[in-house]
């Protein structure tokens, strides 16, 4: 099966499910607007440890899909946000209710389609990844307008927040197609460091103001600290003002929150990040590379355009 007919039925999957039940057609619609990163990345892991049968992957992509999906039904309301992937978002469309309410059916579709076509311990994976995600935003909540994130505290929330969903494909991937628990337990590793290296280079295009289909310092205006302003903040002591200016005022200083976004130019700051991308690069393959027939030629194109990707 090509990559795009495996998409194709992803989509239709979720689509299906969700339709089962009265649900407004634009919502269901968010379906077809994503890149659908996740579900590739179990397709090309698939296809990268040379398993054929990926229609077995389907419901889980599809699963994983859905709940990324809620994850951004509910962010969006906590960030208040109102425009994602060039179009409004739900709880722009329909109020804050109905967003939270669609993300919860979301999750529990995606919980539904775990249980009804896999085994009891790839439906816990996914449970304690959901979990995981849960606490880690209630952890970057308690954070939110508090220039005292640590690199720990950061690394821990994007584990929870990103690594987890893809940890937890990962290794279903591997329980699916009956890999042994030493292989199981270096797809789970891969796909936290997968993850890290997607939320680390979405921080670092947040910060640096590439495209990325939202503002500039969206994260850091919302009084959230990532990687690259808790690097930033320790080489600049102005820009550490800065930061604790705007966040005393809880977002109400436009000053300086203008005045910060004209100190960002360490390009030092883009190589320091890089380098930790580079590093978790090595550890992936390094992980990978002990699964049993795995090719890393089919997954490193997509390593490489997770890692260098610009929006």
Sequence with gaps: MQEREFLNKVRETAIKLLRSKEVFED???????????????????????????????????????????????????????????????????????????????????????????????????????????????????????????????????????????????????????????????????AGMLFGEIFQLTDDLLDFTGRETGKSRLKDLSEGDITLPAILLMKKNAGFRELVSEYFASRGENHTAINEIEKTICDESLTKEVNEIIEKNRKEIGAHLRLVSSFSEDIFAPLLESVSARKK
Excluded: C
């Design 27 to 189: 919502i269901i619609d968010e379906i077809n607007g994503g890149k659908m990163i996740r579900p590739k990345t179990i397709y090309t892991l698939s296809s990268s440890i040379r398993e054929e049968e990926t229609e077995r992957l389907i419901p889980l992509a599809a699963s994983t899909e859905l709940v990324h999906i809620a994850s951004l039904f509910h962010d969006d309301v906590i960030d208040n946000g109102t425009i994602r992937r060039d179009r409004p978002t739900i709880n722009a469309r329909h109020g804050n209710l109905i967003s939270i309410l669609a993300g919860d059916y979301f999750y529990s579709s995606a919980s539904r389609l775990v249980l009804e076509n896999y085994d009891s311990e790839v439906a816990k994976i996914y449970s304690y990844a959901v979990s995981y995600m849960t606490l880690m935003e209630l952890r970057q909540a308690s954070f939110r307008w508090n220039t005292g994130l640590g690199e720990g505290d950061y690394f821990e929330i994007i584990r929870g927040k990103t690594g987890a969903l893809f940890s937890a494909a990962f290794e279903s991937v591997g329980i699916i197609f009956r890999k042994n628990e030493s292989e199981r337990l270096h797809l789970r590793e």
